[in-house]
């Protein structure tokens, strides 16, 4: 590989633990010479009560924005860095005075302190945020601390030259490096490590592979639209740190994809498909996307069969178009297929943009194909006020666009300490199809909307409400076993 070349980090080290490692660590990653910069903030960062800020390089971004049925690609910023213990963060607008600013996910409580153009705050732990300033979401601030990389082979006094003798490394120093044919296919029990600093054009792919490590905090991407990392009929496949478009998994088993930061801005921009695959892991990651978000599917393109024990914990989920999270539509109507044990947990979502009904649903099960979903977990999943769509839409259907036949049923769904604050989403649904093809035992555990309880027996129901009026959702008709209840 060419253009490696050694990152020289400034890092600072504030107090000693007992054993003798630092409590506190800030590394910056340089961006490249050549690399596509945004000038709409400018970031610092410093170690909480020091007094040397480092500026932080904000690279370029494009999201999706949906203006009317159209389409519109915008600009946004991108900046990263790690850390250990406490940072200050400041962000200085270069487009004028803050009027409001905020960070979001919501839920984690960091309330900026807003001096003219500038709004700082602390963080004490790794956060995948947004930092939103007079309202604007398109021209936001995507900011990723992340923790201190322990994947780095690049250790401190250490040659690049040296890495070369590792024939299982694969290694991206800081710098940009377009793959040759645009797609690097990686070895069975090769790692790859991508620096941060480093941008790499193209697509990394575990494809028919086993024991496949891609990992770093540099970014890989395509030059025009697809998928930066991509994994095929590939087992025990590891992903993590790295910032890309789309990361899609399909016909593989045992996959952990950690710490993976996806923006895309084109159509059917989906970030983490799952199809016809088992046994996989996504764990704090942060998802912004021109189409879902995340998927679960069975047969699908070349991939065949059904899912198993998917879980996605500790993330942040933003669709400026279509669902934050949907199951179930595709299958294989020859053969049915189950998509059961299917885990969501821990997850902000921070939009929902859909005009087509259809398509509409924050936390979405519509299925198809002869599917049948069942064992499905969504808990202490926090809402926040997205622009457009349902909080919840669970069916049985046949879209004759994506479909050749409805779905067998939906089964055994728990809706645990779901919160959703906000104004403007439409009626959920919960809909079977016919008497064989039904949705039944869907329970919810302390359901709140915007702070009201929602259960069967809570105090300000009538008698001739359903529940579900409460939350405004409409319940059709082949349902079972739909109960509210809290704690």
């Known amino acids: 590989m060419k253009n490696f070349r050694l990152l020289l980090i400034a890092s600072v080290f504030v107090g000693l633990a007992q054993t003798g490692l630092a409590q506190n660590q800030l ?160 070895p069975s029990g090769k790692t790859v490590y991508v620096a941060g600093g480093a941008v790499v054009k193209g697509c990394i792919r575990a494809h028919g592979v086993e024991n496949v490590h891609i990992l770093g905090r540099g970014k ?54 799952v199809f016809a695959s088992n046994n996989v892991l996504f764990d704090g990651v942060f998802c912004r996307t021109s189409d879902d978000c995340t998927t679960v599917y069975g047969t699908r393109f070349e991939f065949t069969g059904g899912c198993r024990n998917i879980t996605m914990q500790n993330s942040t989920l933003w669709a400026d178009v279509a669902h934050p999270i949907f199951i179930g539509i595709h299958g294989n109507v020859e053969n049915p297929e189950i998509l059961e044990n299917l885990n969501y947990i821990n997850i902000d979502i921070l939009d929902h943009k859909e005009m087509q009904v259809d398509y509409q649903g924050c936390l979405a099960i519509n299925a198809g194909d002869e599917n049948l979903v069942r064992n499905v977990r969504f808990e202490n999943i926090r809402i926040e006020n997205f622009r457009q769509g349902q909080l919840l839409n669970l069916r049985i259907f046949f879209n004759e666009k994506y479909c050749k036949a409805p779905g067998r049923g939906i089964e055994n769904v728990l809706f645990k300490d779901i919160s959703y604050t906000g104004d403007r989403a439409s009626a959920s649904i919960i809909e079977g199809y016919n008497e064989q093809r039904r949705v039944k035992n869907i329970r919810f555990e302390n359901l709140r909307i915007n702070g009201q309880l929602i259960s069967d027996d809570m105090p300000d129901k009538p008698k001739w409400y359903k529940t579900s009026d409460m939350m405004g959702m409409y319940v059709g008709p082949h349902t079972e076993g739909i109960k509210f209840v809290s704690f």
Request: charged share 25%; net charge neutral; proline share 7%.
């Open 220 to 273: 890989v991407h395509p030059e025009g639209r697809g998928a930066g990392i991509s994994i095929k009929q590939s087992k025990h496949v590891t992903v993590e740190g790295l910032i890309t478009t789309q990361c899609p998994t399909g016909g593989s088993d045992s996959i952990v994809i950690r710490n993976v930061k996806c923006i895309s801005s084109y159509n059917w921009g989906d970030g983490l498909n």
């Open 27 to 186: 590394v910056v990653y340089p961006a490249p010479q050549g690399a596509e910069l945004k000038d709409d903030f400018t970031v610092k960062v410093r170690e909480a009560g020091g007094e040397e800020w480092q500026t932080i390089d904000t690279y370029a971004v494009k999201v999706d924005e949906v203006r009317g049925p159209k389409h519109h690609v915008e600009l946004a910023s991108l900046a990263y860095f790690d850390f250990n213990g406490e940072v200050e963060v400041s962000v200085t607008s270069r487009r004028g005075k803050i009027e409001t600013g905020q960070v979001r996910p919501l839920s984690y409580q960091i309330v900026p302190q807003l001096n003219d153009s500038t709004l700082t705050f602390r963080l004490d732990r790794p956060r995948n945020l947004s930092v939103e300033v007079n309202g604007d979401i398109f021209h936001n601030l995507h900011l990723f601390a992340g923790p201190i990389d322990e994947n780095n082979p690049l250790k401190p006094g250490m040659s690049p030259k040296k890495l070369k003798k590792n024939r299982n490394l694969i290694y991206f120093g800081p710098g940009i490096h377009q793959l040759p044919g645009d797609t690097l296919d990686v």
